[in-house]
C-alpha cells in the first residue's frame, strides 16, 4: 500500500505463476493469460493504497483474475456481436450490388472511422484489431506499455463503434 516497488514485485513472483496456470485453464491462450495476468497486477498497484484483502490476498488475487475472464469473454461476445451486425448491415446496404462495391464501402467506413482517432489510437486499433497484433506486440511495436495499448485500443474500439452506429442509423 505504500508504494514499495520490491514489495509489489515480490507479491507478483510469489503469486504470477499459480494465477498464470489458474487463468490459462480458463482461456485456453497464452497471450490472453498473460494480458489478463498484466491487468490484474496493474489493477493491484494501481488501487494499492485503496485495497482492502477482509479474505487475504491470495482469494482476491484468484477472484480478481476470474472476474477478467469473464470480463474477457463478455468483450469477446460484444465483438463477435459487433461485427455481426456490420457484416449483416453492410451486406443489407449493399444488396444487390457487386460485391466488389459492398467491399469498397466498407473499407471507406472503416478508414473515416480510423480517421476520427488520435494518431496513436489508429495505430494501436491497426496493429491489434486488423494485423492480429497481441497488446503485447504492439506495445513492443509502438515503444509503450501493454497498459496504454489496452488504454488507446478500448478508446478506440468505443469510438469505432460509435462511429459505425451512427452510419448504420442515419443509413
Partial sequence: KAGDVAAFTQLYWIYSER???NVFKMVKD??????ILQDVFAHIWQKR???AFNQGLAPYLYRMAQNK???????????KE???????????HCEGQ???????ESVRLLQHA????SPQQRNVYQL??????SYKEAAQQLGISVYTVKEYLTTATKSVKNHMTDYFDVA
Fill in 49 to 51: 493504497e485503496s485495497l
Fill in 69 to 79: 475472464v469473464i470480463d474477457f469473454y463478455r468483450k469477446l461476445k460484444r465483438d
Fill in 114 to 117: 480510423l480517421d476520427s482517432l
Fill in 82 to 92: 459487433l461485427l455481426h451486425q456490420f457484416t449483416a448491415r453492410a451486406t443489407e
Fill in 19 to 21: 494465477l498464470y496456470a
Fill in 128 to 133: 491489434c484489431k486488423i494485423d492480429g497484433f
Fill in 98 to 104: 457487386p460485391e466488389t462495391l459492398e467491399y469498397q
Fill in 30 to 35: 497464452r497471450e490472453t493469460t498473460e494480458e
